[in-house]
């Protein structure tokens, strides 16, 4: 399984982005695709996930709601997340991951995906 990332750049604050992931080399029936992010010195964070098992669902951490929107395309085993209203503390190489029947509980954590995408980074400007 390989996790292409991308749509990463620079941007000042207010600003929006639109980054991109898509899965290739495997078969999925329910599953989780999402974005976990890590800024220097930082440990790597939980931003948002979006499940597909028995329909759809969305998860977003505190920081981001209301200004990241996460969508996707299970039969493509795509994820994209719009980010709007960026901030300075935003900044942050953003990894896609896909993890595979995954329950609600675990979706924050690291350990619950299996496959990591390379990364791209966000920089947003004062």
């Known amino acids: 399984v390989q996790l292409q990332a991308s749509g990463g750049g620079l941007v000042q604050a207010g600003g929006s982005l639109r980054l991109s992931c898509v899965v290739s080399g495997g078969t999925f029936s329910t599953f989780a695709m999402g974005w976990f992010r890590q800024a220097p010195g930082k440990e790597r964070e939980f931003v948002s996930v979006i499940r597909w098992s028995g329909g759809r669902t969305t998860y977003y951490a505190d920081s981001v709601k209301g200004r990241f929107t996460i969508s996707g395309d299970n039969g493509k085993n795509t994820v994209n997340l719009q980010m709007s209203s960026l901030k300075p503390e935003d900044t942050a190489v953003y990894y896609c991951?896909?993890?595979?029947?995954?329950?609600?509980?675990?979706?924050?954590?690291?350990?619950?995906?299996?496959?990591w995408g390379q990364g791209t980074q966000v920089t947003v400007s004062s």
């Open positions: 991951a896909l993890g595979d029947r995954l329950i609600t509980s675990s979706i924050p954590s690291m350990t619950s995906y299996d496959a």
